[in-house]
């Protein structure tokens, strides 16, 4: 991997990690270097994997509450089994709510209705009589549709509650606000009030950087249903998300030693401020890790010694004890000037999560450049990293990146636009998906 990585212009280390598996409602904090030892004598770009992981649920008293929202789009082109397999999912989600949770019902067209208004979920025939009266007409308003479910969940909007917004859709938006960067600033601004928005594109006529800026800037998930059949078992994992939440508010800030300069994040969001990196998670599931990943520069040590790289402080609100718990670690590196011994210890697991995020950038720079009409540099692009993923394969014997490579291979063979319709939702999803460590 020292050589493969090179090529990416990449090489971690690190030596010890503090923090570790989730404890009994505790989020674990497991904070680790791509290689626990870096070559002496020289500069070494390095990456930082802070991961957190959710306790197990069952070993709390009872799931959280939930307050949720269902946007669901019955515009025209919804008509027929779109629209009948769009209220079938949200009457089956629904039927998963205890009492205690908190639902609302938002569909739209040109206009938006609030079929039912937020309430406890204990008439559920009701609910599902709401769902059923629906029908398909007129245009998309969607931005009106999320901004209505947001003021539906602000009724009972809690820190003690998990916040979210499921929004379906299968066109453009084209009534009211509908640019990407709209709906992004939406989506952050959700964000920041405690709400979360997952989107579900379905079909191929919707905007998939419209769904994803939406469901990214406020820390949701994103997928594409191509047929309208697949919708309750979408629907079913992500109520599974939903329903799993053990922290949420989760701040991560990465303080680098002296001399340690923060290069970039890689698929989440952050601000670097000197050499302080914050970032921002909505929500942790049960069971599940989700990690920052950093690239870093460590300035050159000598053959034999020590040196701190970072410490990690991470505050979130603990869903099962409704306090606001922290968490702290630190990475420290050894240096050698053998090369053997660096690769000997490096951390697989950190490693190949870093190859995973570096190539979905090279990805997503494909997706770019095709859309610019370089058809033939985005097939060049996707071939080298199919390529790079291989290397890397082969170096870690790890079978997700094989599965990458190919997935590369196909996305580089169906840029024509005939077949890249269907395939830069595929792309998109893919990126996101890995960015935001999805876990469907």
């Known amino acids: 991997m020292r050589t493969s990585m090179a090529t990416a212009f990449l090489a971690l280390a690190a030596l010890t990690a503090c923090g570790g598996a989730a404890s009994a409602q505790k989020v674990g904090l497991d904070v680790r270097l791509g290689e626990p030892v870096m070559l002496a004598g020289q500069k070494n770009l390095v990456y930082l994997k802070v991961g957190l992981t959710g306790f197990d649920l069952e070993k709390s008293k009872s799931r959280p509450p939930v307050n949720i929202a269902i946007v669901l789009d019955k515009s025209g082109s919804m008509s027929g089994e779109k629209l009948m397999k769009a209220k079938e999912a949200a009457a ?14 938002i569909a739209y067209d040109s206009t938006v209705q609030v079929v039912v208004p937020a309430t406890k979920a204990t008439d559920k025939p009701a609910i599902h009589a709401g769902i059923r009266r629906l029908g398909a007409a007129g245009n998309t308003a969607l931005f009106a549709g999320v901004s209505k479910a ?25 009534v009211g606000p509908s640019t990407p960067g709209d709906l992004e600033s939406l989506g952050a601004a959700l964000g ?8 579900i594109g379905l ?10 800026k939406l469901a990214g800037a406020s820390d949701g998930n994103h997928v594409f249903v191509e047929q309208p059949a697949d919708l309750v078992r979408f629907f079913t994992l992500e109520f ?8 949420q508010d989760v701040g991560v800030v990465v303080k680098c030693a002296p001399g340690v300069r923060p290069v970039r ?40 010694g020590t040196s701190p790289v970072a410490e990690v402080v991470v505050t979130y609100g603990n869903m099962a004890t409704g306090t606001t718990e922290q968490v702290t670690g630190r990475v420290s590196a050894r240096f050698t000037d053998d090369h053997g011994e660096v690769q000997r210890g490096a951390d697989r697991d950190v490693m190949v999560k870093a190859v995973q995020l570096v190539a979905t950038d090279r990805n997503r720079m494909a997706v770019l450049l095709n859309d610019q009409g370089r058809r033939a540099e985005a097939h060049q692009i996707l ?22 490579e190919e997935a590369n291979r196909e996305d580089a ?27 469907y």
């Open 92 to 105: 089956m989600a629904v039927d998963r709510l205890s009492p205690d949770d908190i639902v609302s019902i």
């Open 150 to 174: 947001a003021d539906e969940l602000r009724k009972f909007l809690a820190e003690e509650r998990v916040n979210r917004v499921i929004l379906l859709s299968d066109g453009l938006a084209n």
């Open 192 to 199: 920041r009030e405690g709400m979360s928005v997952t989107t």
């Open 203 to 212: 079909g191929l006529d919707y905007n998939e950087d419209l769904m994803t």
């Open 240 to 247: 599974g998300d939903v329903l799993s939440v053990v922290a």
């Open 265 to 304: 994040a890689l698929g989440r969001e952050a601000d670097i401020v000197g050499q302080v990196v914050t970032a921002r998670l909505n929500q942790l599931y049960a069971r599940r890790e989700k990690f920052v990943m950093l690239e870093l520069e460590v300035p050159a040590g000598e053959k034999g």
């Open 383 to 404: 071939q080298d990293n199919a390529s790079f993923l291989n290397e890397n394969f082969r170096t870690w014997n790890a079978p997700s990146l094989k599965s990458l």
């Open 413 to 439: 063979k169906n840029l024509d636009p005939e077949d890249y319709k269907k395939r830069r939702k595929m792309m998109r999803r893919e990126q996101y998906r890995f960015d935001s460590q999805q876990s």
